[in-house]
């Protein structure tokens, strides 16, 4: 078996030229010569009898057998380098990787993190707001807060909060003129938009915060959304509506400290609970560190 493996070093160079289409940026991102690269993947195509990398005009494209390998060779390159990352780690360095949509880090995650510290000072927490999908068993992220996101079987789940979305205004809005007593009055005012089409993750949180879905939910698809404000971050949005610039669509977990401090009302009566929430998602390896399971317990602890 070991005469039959190539080499690692020339199975690492396949696949950067395979990511790159040229010698030139593969050896850089491998800190050896062009020639160097070119040499190595000439040898793994001698030892696998085939061709993997041919000419293409001025670039390089990959055969239909350099095709059928690569994909699980890039996969096993980045398990490979995150293995290593984790032999890595200094025992004194306790870090927890976190992902979470950086409004509900903004508005809930942070403000709480200093009980966290206070309990566990030599574990350091640091936050990964990519507003991108990481898949927990290939990647450095230990712990990934989601809404909305459809489970996956072989990991730890716990859901944190259910969701409540409903209108939501500064008082100032509130008050008038002009006067808002059921939802059709919300033509009279500027609604604020959400925009999620930029997002990855957002199938399922969609069809709650548009303006349109959630007023078809509530029997008021006959209300028209037109005009407002487009924000593509919530939090901007958020903002804008405690200035006063506009009717929001409400989340309570995330807004439940300006609702409850008054900077944000609710002036309908109308409110939907969601079918969907905010989950807590961690593989089962991941689970077993003691400082990221530290910090799951934290977490469940917190939204008591």
């Known amino acids: 078996m070991s005469h039959w493996m190539p080499s690692l070093n020339a199975l690492r160079a396949f696949e950067a030229v395979s990511r790159h289409l040229n010698y030139h940026k593969a050896a850089q991102e491998l800190s050896v010569t062009p020639a160097a690269v070119k040499q190595l993947v000439t040898k793994l195509e001698s030892s696998l009898g085939a061709q ?3 000419r293409k005009g001025r670039g390089l494209e990959l ?6 390998g690569v994909g699980d060779l890039s996969s096993a390159m980045n398990l490979l380098e995150i293995s290593v ?69 072989g990991l730890i789940v716990h859901r944190l909060f259910d969701d409540e979305v409903f209108p939501a205004c500064s008082p100032t809005l509130a008050a008038g003129p002009p006067t808002l007593n059921e939802l059709a009055d919300l033509e009279k005012v500027p609604l604020i938009h959400w925009n999620l089409t930029h997002l990855t993750w957002a199938e399922e949180t969609r069809k709650w915060f548009t303006w349109e879905g959630w007023l ?49 009302i609710a002036p309908f009566d109308q409110s939907l609970t969601t079918d969907i929430g905010y989950e807590m998602v961690a593989t089962t390896e991941n689970g077993r560190r003691p400082e990221v399971a530290a910090f799951i317990e934290w977490l469940l602890s917190a939204v008591d």
């Open 52 to 54: 993997l990398v041919r």
């Open 63 to 68: 055969t239909a057998r350099g095709v059928s």
């Open 85 to 153: 990352r984790k032999m890595r780690r200094s025992a004194a360095e306790k870090q927890v990787f976190v992902s979470v949509e950086s409004s509900f880090a903004t508005a809930w995650l942070v403000p709480r993190l200093e009980s966290f510290r206070a309990q566990h000072p030599d574990v350091a927490i640091l936050i990964d707001s990519n507003q991108a999908i990481v898949d927990l068993s290939g990647s450095h992220i230990d712990v990934a807060i989601r809404y909305g996101v459809k489970s996956q079987s």
């Open 216 to 264: 078809k939910r509530a029997n008021a698809g006959h209300v028209s959304t037109a005009g407002g404000l487009h924000f593509s971050e919530y939090g901007q949005a958020v903002q804008a509506a405690i200035a006063g610039q506009g009717m929001l669509l409400a989340s309570w977990p995330i807004l439940r400290e300006p609702l409850e401090a008054g900077r944000l």
